[in-house]
């Protein structure tokens, strides 16, 4: 990292990192030059050096965020989601920024802006992507970042915290409309996701050979939280699986997007206002605490680890509690 050469009779050290503004002091004495080379390196190791203004001027945001997207993402869970936010970023102007150029301000514009069209938790999660991404550039990539442009804005507070259970009737008319759909499947997802209290990715992921009908229990290899659970079947599970099983290693021949259009359709037909897809898994979990299951045994079907979490997903009605309290 440090050089010294002699030259006219005096010592002249230099000190470089990669994509940072070398540093130089000349020096008399040879004792002089090395304890100075030896402070800088170690104060370079701590803190870095002043960043090389042509290294930043080269580099735009979309080239971090391309590298990201190409390098980083395919490795995570969540790819499929976190690609197309990426890829819907790249088009944003600042991403064609010099990240000399770059600062909190711009990126509390976007937040502002953004925040008139989706809800806190979506841009929560899309600064949570770029706030990764700088990290990674300065951390890895050798781009001399002296800070991350996204930690110095405010996050918006969020809670997707819902409420929202099946009411009366509902259910059939989900069914119904379901029906109308080309394939079978939506029917069946729906049912199961209510029966079970899986998400939506778990389900579209399962695969024949995890599922043991007769003994009425499910392995899901991979969930959310990195870890594998096994979840009993109701018998009315069973009997729609049974109806399901045609062939094929999947469970359910459908795609995330698939299931969203579906969704889409579903809802209109039926004319129902304000339910999601993953309002099926507040239902399932509020079900299983109202057939009075405990809170260790929810949490063996759903997953959670958090007794607080699960909580979150629980919305018992009044007239249940009433009608234990007699």
Not at 73 to 83: A, F, H, L, M, V
Not at 220 to 231: A, C, F, Q, V
């Amino acid at each position: 990292m440090a050089t010294i050469r002699k030259r006219n009779g005096k010592y002249q050290v230099q000190v470089r990192v990669q994509g940072c503004k070398p540093i130089s002091k000349t020096f008399s004495r040879l004792d002089d030059a090395k304890t100075w080379a030896r402070l800088t390196e170690i104060e370079a190791e701590q803190t870095g050096l002043p960043a090389d203004p042509r290294t930043l001027a080269r580099t735009t945001v979309a080239d971090i965020l391309e590298r990201y997207r190409d390098e980083v993402i395919p490795k995570k869970r969540g790819r499929e989601i976190e690609t197309i936010i990426v890829n819907a970023m790249l088009r944003q102007p600042w991403c064609k920024r010099s990240l000399a150029k770059i600062d909190g301000a711009t990126f509390a514009e976007y937040r502002d802006a953004r925040l008139q069209t989706v809800q806190p938790c979506t841009i929560k999660r899309e600064l949570g992507i770029l706030q990764h991404a700088f990290d990674l550039a300065a951390r890895e990539w050798s781009i001399p970042l002296r800070a991350n442009p996204i930690k110095a804005i405010s996050k918006p507070g969020s809670s997707n915290k819902r409420d929202r259970r099946i009411r009366k009737g509902e259910l059939i008319r989900l069914f119904h409309a379901a029906k109308q759909c080309r394939g079978k499947h939506m029917r069946g997802l729906i049912l199961v996701a209510i029966e079970t209290g899986m998400r939506q990715g778990e389900l579209l992921a399962a695969k024949w050979r995890d599922i043991d009908l007769a003994a009425r229990q499910w392995f899901i290899p991979l969930t959310k939280n990195g870890e594998s659970r096994t979840i009993p079947l109701t018998r009315r599970c069973v009997r729609t699986l049974r109806l399901l099983k045609k062939g094929g290693e999947r469970v359910f021949d459908l795609t995330r997007e698939a299931v969203k259009c579906s969704w889409r359709r579903i809802i209109k037909r039926s004319g129902i206002e304000d339910l999601n897809f993953h309002d099926l898994r507040h239902e399932a979990i509020s079900r299983f605490f109202e057939r009075g299951l405990s809170v260790p045994e929810v949490s063996l079907i759903s997953g959670h680890k958090d007794a607080r979490m699960l909580f979150r997903y629980t919305h018992m009605t009044a007239a249940h509690v009433l009608a234990k309290l007699g």
